[in-house]
C-alpha cells in the first residue's frame, strides 16, 4: 500500500515536471495563436480571450496582400531546395565514397556555415546587382541554393556514409555504372536522408530573414520581410503579425507532419552509423 | 544460352562444362599487388584460376584474400601487376564489363526492391527484354527455392533465404565466373553444412570458374579443387585439398589448415653418437622426447644433422594404442581431455619442453586423468620437418 502511495507520488511529480518544460515550450506559439484571434486593441491585454475577431487575418490578405509574400516564400523555399538538393546529394556522395579532397575539404565545407552571415549579405548584394538579381525571387533563390548547398551536402554525406558500400558493388558488378548504382540504389535506399535535407533546407529558407530583406523589394518580400513591415511608427502591430506567423507556421506543420516518419528515421538513421 | 539454362533446370551434370559455346573463364593473376598508402593490402599475387575450376582462397582474416576477389571483380583497382579473365587483361576494365557475378558476405540484397526485383536488377541493367528477363528470374528462382518468395523485401526473409537470393543474383546472370566472398559465414552451421553441398553440386552442374574467399578450413578442404593459401597478403601455398594437407610447403600452412593444428615442436636433429657421420640413423630430439627418423627420409633430412629443426605432425597420427610395430612411443603429461562425441582431442605436455602444446586426435573412447602420464605413439611416416629460420618444410620425395 504505502509502496503504491509512494509510486503514485512519484508519477505525479513527473508529470508535474513534463507539464512544467511543455507550457514552456509550448505557451509562446499557444500565445501567439491566441493574439492571432484577438482585435488588435487588446492583444496586450493578459486576458485570455478578451474579444473574438478574424480581421487580423482579412486585414493582412486582403489589405497588406500577404498571400504574394506567401507566394514569394513557397517559391524561395521550394525552388531553392530542390535546386541545391541534387548538388548536395552528388557531392555529399563523392565526399562520403570518394572521400573527394580529403578531410580537408570537408571542414571546408563546414566552415563556410560558420561565416555570420551579415558577412556575406552585403558582397552577395553587390555582386547580385551587377546581374540586376535583386529585387526579384530568382536571385533570392540562388543565394538560398548556395547558402544551404554546405549544409545539405554535410547532412547526405553522413547518411552516404550509412549506406554500405557492398550495395554499390553489387549493383556495378550487376552491370551498373557509378551514376546508375548511385541513381538506382544509393539514393531509394537514402530516401529518408532525401526527405530530412529537403525539410530542413525548407525550414531554413522559408524562416530565413537577412538576406530577403536585403536582397528583395517591396513587391518580392517573402514572409519574415513582410511581417517585419508590419512594424509602423505606431509601434508593432503585434495581432497582425500573429496571424501572418500562424499562417507561416503552417506549411511547415504539414510538411513536417507529412514526413515526420522520414524526418525522425532520417535524423538518426545518419546519428548512429 | 536459353538452352544451357535449361540444361541447368534439369541438373543435367558436367554438361555445361562440356558446352565449347562460351568465352573460356580462367582467371589469371601477374604479380598483383594492392596498396593503400603506405599499407600493402596484397603482394604479388600470381595465380591462374583455370577454366570451370572451383579454387578457394584461404587464409586468416585481413590477409587480403577479399582484396584479391575485389581485384578480380573491377571493384578495386590493381596498384601494379596484371589481372586476366581469359585472354583479356581486364585492370582497366570497368566491374559491369567483366560479366562475372560476386556473392558478399552481407549478401548486399537491395533493400527498396523486392526479391524478384533483385534478381532481374542485373538482366534489366543489361537492357535484356522483359520476357526473358521473367521468364530467367522464374527459373533461376525456383532452381534454388525461393519462387514463393519473390514478391517479398529482403527484410522479411531469414539468413538461409537471403543467402539463396543472393546467390540467385548472381545465377540469373549467367556470367563466366562467380565470385564468392565467405557467403557462408553468416549461416548457422547446419545451414552452411547444406550450403556447402549446394553450392559443390550447382558448381558441378553449372561447370563455371569459382573463386571462394573463405576463413574456414573445413570450407576449403570439402569445397576446393585447388586452394590457395593466403598470409599478410602473400601467397603461401597453392594446390589440391589434400596435397596441401599432406605437404605443407612451411609453418603456417602446416598450422592453418586444419583444426586441431599440426603439432609443431622445435627440436634439434641428431645422429645416434651425436656426431656429423654422413650414414647411419638419424634422431629428432626434444625434451624427454627422442624419435627415430624413418630410413626413407633420413637422406633428405640428413643435412639438418646437428641443427636446430621444426618437427611437425598431425593430431591424428598420434595413437593411444600401437597398433603398427613402426610407431614411436613418447609419454605426455594430460593438460586437457576435449570429449567431441566422434572423437576425444587430447591436449598434453612434453616433459622437459616448456609452453609446447601437443594435440592427438583419439578415438572417442579415450579417458585419461588431467595431470596424468600417458603413452602415446607417433606414426613417423606422416612426420614433417621445416627449417626454423625460413619455416619452409624441408623436402622429402614422399
Known sequence: MATRTRERRGSIVTHAVLALFSLYIALPPLWVLRTSFVPEAQSYSIDLMPAFTLDNYVKLLVKDKFWLAYADSLAAATISTLLALPLAAMAGYAFARYRTGGNASRFVILATQMLPPVAIVLPVFTLFRMFDLTNSVSGLVLAYAALNLPFLTWILMGFFEGVPVELEWAAMVDGATVWRAFWRIVLPVSLPGLAAASVLGFILAWNEFLFALVLTGPDTATIPVQLASLQSQNGVQIAEVSAGVVLGVVPLLIASRFIQRYLVRGLTFGAIK | ?398
Not at chain 2, 48 to 65: A, H, R, T, W, Y
Not at chain 2, 149 to 157: T, V, Y
Request: charged residues 20%; aromatic residues 6%.
Open chain 2, 1 to 398: 544460352m536459353i538452352q544451357r539454362n535449361a540444361k541447368i533446370g534439369a541438373k543435367n551434370q558436367n554438361s555445361a562444362r562440356q558446352g565449347g559455346d562460351r568465352a573460356l573463364a580462367s582467371i589469371a593473376l601477374q604479380d598483383v599487388s594492392k596498396t593503400y598508402g603506405k599499407v600493402t593490402a596484397v603482394a604479388d599475387v600470381s595465380l591462374q584460376v583455370n577454366d570451370g575450376e572451383f579454387m578457394i582462397l584461404l587464409g586468416p582474416s585481413g590477409c587480403g584474400k577479399s582484396t584479391v576477389l575485389r581485384m578480380i571483380a573491377g571493384l578495386e583497382s590493381v596498384s601494379s601487376g596484371e589481372v586476366f579473365i581469359g585472354d583479356a587483361m581486364v585492370n582497366d576494365m570497368a566491374p559491369k564489363d567483366r560479366n562475372v557475378a560476386v556473392v558478399f558476405q552481407s549478401y548486399a540484397l537491395y533493400p527498396h526492391m523486392s526479391v524478384g526485383q533483385n534478381l532481374a536488377f542485373g538482366l534489366k541493367m543489361h537492357d535484356m527484354p522483359r520476357a526473358e528477363i521473367e521468364q530467367r528470374v522464374r527459373r533461376v528462382a525456383q532452381m534454388l527455392g525461393i519462387d514463393e518468395l519473390l514478391d517479398r523485401r529482403p527484410a522479411a526473409l531469414s539468413g538461409g533465404q537471403r543467402q539463396r537470393v543472393a546467390l540467385g543474383r548472381a545465377l540469373v546472370r549467367d556470367p563466366v565466373a562467380f565470385l564468392l566472398d565467405e557467403p557462408l559465414s553468416n549461416l548457422d552451421a547446419q545451414l552452411r553444412n547444406d550450403m556447402r553441398l549446394e553450392l559443390v553440386k550447382l558448381h558441378r552442374s553449372l561447370g563455371r570458374t569459382v573463386v571462394h574467399v573463405t576463413h574456414d578450413q573445413v570450407e576449403a578442404m570439402t569445397m576446393g579443387e585447388r586452394i590457395c593459401i593466403l598470409r599478410k597478403g602473400r601467397v603461401e601455398q597453392i594446390g589440391a585439398p589434400l596435397d596441401v594437407y599432406r605437404h605443407p610447403a612451411n609453418t603456417f600452412v602446416a598450422g592453418f589448415l586444419a583444426s586441431p593444428p599440426m603439432n609443431l615442436i622445435p627440436c634439434q636433429v641428431a645422429t645416434a653418437d651425436g656426431t656429423k657421420r654422413e650414414d647411419g640413423a638419424l634422431f629428432i630430439e626434444a625434451g624427454s622426447v627422442r624419435l627415430r627418423v624413418p630410413t626413407p627420409y633420413t637422406p633428405a633430412y640428413r643435412t639438418y644433422n646437428a641443427q636446430a629443426a621444426i618437427f611437425g605432425i598431425r593430431p591424428e597420427d598420434v595413437h593411444a594404442e600401437p597398433s603398427d610395430p613402426g610407431w614411436q612411443a613418447i609419454d605426455v603429461e594430460v593438460v586437457a581431455v576435449e570429449t567431441l562425441g566422434a572423437e576425444v582431442v587430447l591436449i598434453a605436455g612434453i616433459p622437459g619442453l616448456e609452453g609446447v602444446e601437443f594435440a592427438a586426435r583419439l578415438g572417442r573412447h579415450y579417458r585419461a586423468p588431467i595431470g596424468s602420464m600417458q603413452r602415446l605413439y607417433l606414426d613417423l611416416a606422416e612426420m614433417h620437418l621445416f627449417d626454423p629460420r625460413t619455416t619452409m618444410a624441408v623436402p622429402r620425395d614422399m
